[in-house]
């Protein structure tokens, strides 16, 4: 390699690539293999993926329509002159109106109801500093 390009004489005259009959099979076998594990996932376990992917959307939207109501009562509250209420309901517009917990009964979610739940924007400095270091990571190395 020079130069960071393939130098095409030296690598034909060191030898192409072999791969053993056995060897080709068990790639081969790794494509029906991967495919056949999500479709047997989802044939199996479909009323649990299911229910889950409706309480997912029926989240989502009632996040979504909180968050509209907060943008609009923030642009109320802007136009009125009362930027304290204004900025209140900008900062608390991801907050939501109930806790993850709700709707489990089981013993562990029993117990987690005593820990105080951790705030969105943990998550969100996390994300954004993932982020960055991705970013710097990729640039440098």
Not at 12 to 36: E, R
Request: charged share 15%.
């Amino acid at each position: 390699m020079t130069n960071g390009q393939l130098d095409l004489d030296a690598y034909d005259a060191y030898s192409p690539a072999f791969y053993s009959a056995g060897n080709l099979i068990v790639y081969c076998c790794f494509f029906p293999f991967y495919t056949l594990t999500f479709v047997f996932i989802i044939l199996d376990f479909w009323r649990p993926l299911a229910k889950a992917y409706r309480r997912m959307c029926s989240a989502a939207w009632s996040q979504i329509k909180y968050m509209f109501f907060s943008l609009h009562s923030a642009a109320i509250s802007f136009g009125t002159g009362n930027f304290r209420q204004g900025f209140h309901h900008l900062v608390h517009m991801m907050d939501g109106e109930g806790s993850v917990y709700d709707g489990f009964d089981d013993p562990f979610t029993q117990m987690m109801r005593n820990c105080k739940e951790v705030p969105d924007w943990w998550f969100f400095i996390i994300a954004v500093i993932a982020f960055i270091s991705a970013i710097i990571i990729l640039k440098t190395w």
